[in-house]
Structures are given as C-alpha cells and as structure tokens.
C-alpha cells in the first residue's frame, strides 16, 4: 500500500477515469434523479427567512428538552413549531402570527420556565421580505454562473467553461437533494455554504483543466498519445493534490457537523457545515469524474483530435503486428536450429 501511494504521488499509475465516464454519468445521473425525485416529493424546507414567520428565542433552563419546549408551544395555540438549540438559548419558529398571539406565546413560556415576559425575545418576518431574499440569492447565483462562464471562457476555452458549469450543476443539484430528503432547513447560512461549495467545486476543477491544457498543449502530429490519454495522465498528476486538498479541508467541517453541532448545539452551524461537508464531497467527485469526462467528450470531436486519436491507433497497431510477426520468426528460427516448438514436442511425446 505505502508503494501505491507513493506512485500516486509522483504520478506513476495511469488511472482510466475517462474510459469509465459512461458508469460515472450512469452514477451521476442516478444521483440527479434521486436529488430531483427528493425535491418534487418533500420540497426544501425553507427557513423562515425566505417563507416567513415568528421567532422566539429564550434561555434554555435545566432539565427542559425540544418536546416539552414545543408542547409548550403547541398549547398556547400554535401548530408549526421547530425548535433549535441556539447556544445557551431555544429557538423556536412558528408559522406568522399576529400580535395578539405573539404575547400569549410569551406567557405561556415565562410561566413554563419561570422566566420573566421580557426574557422571551420575538421577531416577525414577513413572507414578503423572504420573498426578496429568495430573489436576490437567485440573482446572485445566475451572476456567479455567468462570470464563471466568461472567465473560464477567456482563461481556458468554453468547453471547459461549460463541463465546469455542468460539475457546478451537478453539485447543487445533488446537494439540494440531499437537504429535500434530510429535511434539514435552508437558512442563508446554507446559501452561504451553497456559495462556498461552488467556489470549492470550481477551483478543484480548474486545477485539473489546467494540467490537462499543460500536457495537451505539446501534442502534435507525431504525438504517441490520445487527448484522452493526455487527460488521464493529467488527472493522475493531480488525483493526490485534489483528494489531499479535499481531506484537509473536510475534516474540519466535519468535525462542525458532527461534534461541535452535538456538544454545542448551534444549529445555525449546522446549518453552513452540512452544505459544506456534502458539497465538498460532491465537488471532489465531480471535478474528476464529471467535469474532465465531459471535457474529454466535447474535445473528441474536434477533427485535430480525432485526426491524432486515429494515427495513435494505426501506429499501436502496426506495433502490435510487427511484435507478432518477430515473435513468428524467433519460433521458426528455434525450429530450424533443432529446438522443435512447445506444440511439436507435445505431439511427439502423444
């Protein structure tokens, strides 16, 4: 094993990532579907800064847990009711309500916890505000996309802007699937962790198309190489670089996710580390085995390339027929210099 990675990391071993694209896009488009399936059925669970809604925060006295704290809530009236820790504190959201129940809510959770009125904090959103928060984070998104798309267009070429752009739909796609089906909540800390996520996916992905532009760069007519070949050597260069980068950067996410959300109890963490954690992995995927795939696919059908691909092919095979034909030639010479054939000996001995 430490041979293996050893080889990795001076880019000895070839992988075949491109020659397997057809179970990478069967995979992805697995996942695409699920993701997609898990938002038409469950729908995202926005939080109440984009559907609106009342909000109340308390300290969280001892000895109280999430489903008194929400039986206490649902007696004063009210139905939708999600509770959070929030530091010290509870959170607790309810759809709107109108000031006359705002009060009765705050009573009932001062004579609970023996707290006064003025300890249990509310704020009302409106669905309207929500509204323009959904709006603008749309907008910013179709402005990220299209920069992207003209920069990698300039940098690089606008086939490798557009597999970039596909692996960046991908990761949303997949990401938001997996908070339809957890039914986590999608505050904007989880757009800011969809931001984050992009920009991840996308400098994984220009760290591998930059070393593809680098190796494809010196193939020319007398090349002994494919573009599809090129392009896996590039990915084997890179394939540590991008999984060391990857890890590095998961684990403390991760360690968000996992202890710091269980032992401290900050949702708004948890909100950020999930979008995080499942984009990066999302991301590490995609840039190798689905925005290089889709490279290689465009670049196939450039004539320069097919043109290159077709001489490779004649030259391996004519290499091919004259190992064949010195091989052919060693056993007739063995024969003729008295050393009869693995065959021959056989049959004499039947």
């Known amino acids: 094993m430490p041979g293996i990675i050893s080889r990795l990391y001076r880019g000895d071993i070839d992988i075949d990532f491109v020659g397997k694209r057809k179970l990478w896009y069967g995979l992805s488009a697995l996942l695409m579907a699920i993701s997609i399936l898990g938002m038409v059925v469950h729908g995202l669970n926005l939080g109440i800064e984009f559907r609106g809604g009342s909000v109340f ?17 649902h007696d004063a009236g009210v139905h939708q009711v999600i509770v959070q820790e929030a530091g010290p504190n509870w959170r607790v959201t309810t759809e709107s309500l109108d000031t006359n129940e705002v009060p009765k809510v705050q009573d009932a959770v001062a004579k609970k916890y023996h707290l006064k009125a003025d300890d249990v904090s509310s704020q009302v959103i409106g669905a309207t505000w929500g509204g323009e928060v959904s709006k603008k984070a749309w907008i910013g998104l179709a402005v990220f996309m299209l920069a992207i798309m003209l920069y990698l267009s300039f940098a690089f070429e606008w086939r490798m802007a557009l597999a970039a752009i596909v692996a960046l739909v991908h990761d949303l796609v997949i990401t938001a699937g997996i908070y339809a089906w957890s039914g986590f909540e999608v505050t ?122 077709k001489r490779v092919a004649q030259r391996e095979a004519s290499a091919a027929k004259q190992a064949a034909a010195g091989a052919k030639q060693a056993v007739v010479a063995g024969s003729q210099n008295g050393v009869p054939a693995a065959d021959d000996g056989k049959r004499k001995k039947r």
């Open 57 to 73: 925060d308390f300290p969280r006295v001892a000895n109280s847990s999430v489903e008194e704290v929400r039986e206490t809530i």
């Open 188 to 309: 904007p800390a989880t757009m800011l962790g969809f931001l984050t996520i992009l920009g991840y996916s996308l400098y994984d992905a220009v760290v591998v198309f930059d070393m593809i532009k680098e190796v494809t760069a010196n193939l020319g007519t007398s090349a002994k190489m494919t573009y599809t070949q090129a392009a896996n050597n590039a990915l084997s260069h890179t394939l540590i670089r991008s999984l060391n980068t990857s890890l590095v950067a998961i684990l403390p996410v991760a360690a968000i996710l996992f202890i710091g959300t269980t032992l401290l109890g900050a949702g708004t963490l948890k909100d950020l580390s999930l979008a995080l954690f499942v984009g990066m992995v999302v991301g590490t995927y995609s840039s190798l085995c689905v925005a290089t795939p889709i490279l290689v696919t465009l670049k196939e059908r450039e004539p320069k390339w097919q043109a290159l691909a």
